[in-house]
């Protein structure tokens, strides 16, 4: 596609339950990240997908999240028995490995947890 | 490892004056460095980009950065500020990762308010 595209766009879910994040990234861009913006926080790594290469997940606050990417294309970011403290928007970026890497956003999902 | 460091959470100023948001980096490699911006309710986009070459970048909406090397600094400046900059800027490094790929690590964001 033309741009990073995420699904859905607004998610509220209630506490405890589990929630799925998808992010398409651009054509042909091997690198594949996750952050979270809190409001007031800032821009908070969660995990980076690099072509072939294990991920590196440092970012990741507890074992409730998790990542794949699937084919090196489509990642989903799963978020297991949510937290109010989880609600915040998630944004995907993807770049290429190679050269200037610079990176290019989804819209994001904003999650609501109630 | 790299990190990228933005001194002022949060910068008022009122509107045609002039306005600088501060960036400092580590790294032990040589650097690629990025502005992005985020209007209000709005995705992440490119303010503006230094690979190499001249050390004064220009960006859209009449943003410029100088890349400092000894000072391992990339600040942002505008010298006439609007209403519609309004928005949260975020400086961020590429490096190298891992032999040869590369890496984008971003600072926290300044919230530019304008005021009128």
């Known amino acids: 596609g033309a741009g990073v595209s995420q699904s859905p766009s607004n998610k509220v879910t209630e506490k405890g339950k589990d929630v799925e994040l998808r992010c398409d990234p651009i054509?042909?861009?091997?690198?594949l990240y996750w952050y979270r913006q809190s409001l007031g926080q800032g821009l908070e790594f969660l995990i980076y997908?690099?072509?072939?290469?294990?991920?590196?997940k440092s970012g990741l606050p507890s074992d409730r999240f998790s990542a794949e990417r699937t084919g090196g294309s489509v990642s989903t970011l799963t978020i297991q028995r949510t937290q109010q403290e989880d609600s915040a928007v998630y944004l995907c970026?993807?770049?290429?490995?190679?050269?200037?890497?610079?990176?290019?956003f989804g819209q994001g999902t904003r999650l609501t947890v109630v | 490892a790299q990190s990228v460091t933005q001194l002022d959470s949060q910068v008022p100023v009122f509107e045609e004056a002039p306005v600088e948001l501060r960036c400092n980096y580590s790294?032990?490699?040589?650097?690629?460095l990025f502005w992005y911006v985020q209007y209000p309710n709005q995705g992440l986009q490119l303010l503006l980009k230094?690979?190499?070459?001249?050390?004064l970048v220009k960006g859209i909406n009449g943003f410029e950065a100088e890349f400092n090397k000894s000072q391992t600094s990339f600040h942002l400046r505008k010298p006439s500020v609007h209403i519609s900059d309004t928005a949260e800027y975020f400086c961020?490094?590429?490096?190298?990762?891992?032999?040869?790929?590369?890496?984008?690590?971003f600072g926290k964001g300044t919230l530019l308010t304008v005021n009128p």
């Open positions: 054509s042909g861009h091997t690198a």
């Open positions: 970026a993807s770049s290429l490995l190679k050269g200037v890497a610079e990176a290019f």
């Open positions: 961020a490094v590429s490096t190298l990762s891992g032999g040869s790929n590369y890496k984008l690590t």
């Open positions: 230094y690979l190499s070459g001249s050390t």
């Open positions: 790294s032990s490699v040589s650097v690629y």
């Open positions: 997908f690099q072509g072939n290469s294990a991920p590196d």
